[in-house]
């Protein structure tokens, strides 16, 4: 059984990378291609699934993933703007 998520994030230390849920860092990076901007995205979208809590990441009822990886478009909880390039 995946453990919950409220435990996971409470019991994480900025050390321990095995069970960090979001990636440490204070070096913030501009995103001015589509391409880095999917990349980020994916990367988003994916953080559920890898730490055990979804099976797949538009599963994940707080992302935006069901709304982009599915045909058509699935229903979210997440309110979506347009973004434009």
Same mark, same amino acid.
């Given at each position: 059984m995946p453990p919950? =998520?409220?435990r996971t994030l409470r019991d994480v230390s900025r050390t321990d990378r095995?069970?960090?849920f979001w990636q440490q860092s204070k070096h913030p990076e501009a995103i001015y291609a589509r391409? =880095?901007?999917q990349t980020k995205l994916d990367y988003l979208h994916d953080n559920? +699934? +890898?730490k055990g809590l979804v099976r797949e990441p538009e599963q994940? +009822? =707080?992302s935006s993933?069901? =709304?982009w990886l599915t045909t058509p478009?699935?229903?979210s909880d997440v309110v979506?703007?347009?973004v434009e390039w």
């Amino acid at each position: 059984m995946p453990p919950a =998520f409220g435990r996971t994030l409470r019991d994480v230390s900025r050390t321990d990378r095995v069970r960090q849920f979001w990636q440490q860092s204070k070096h913030p990076e501009a995103i001015y291609a589509r391409q =880095f901007w999917q990349t980020k995205l994916d990367y988003l979208h994916d953080n559920p +699934r +890898r730490k055990g809590l979804v099976r797949e990441p538009e599963q994940w +009822r =707080f992302s935006s993933a069901a =709304f982009w990886l599915t045909t058509p478009s699935a229903e979210s909880d997440v309110v979506l703007t347009a973004v434009e390039w």
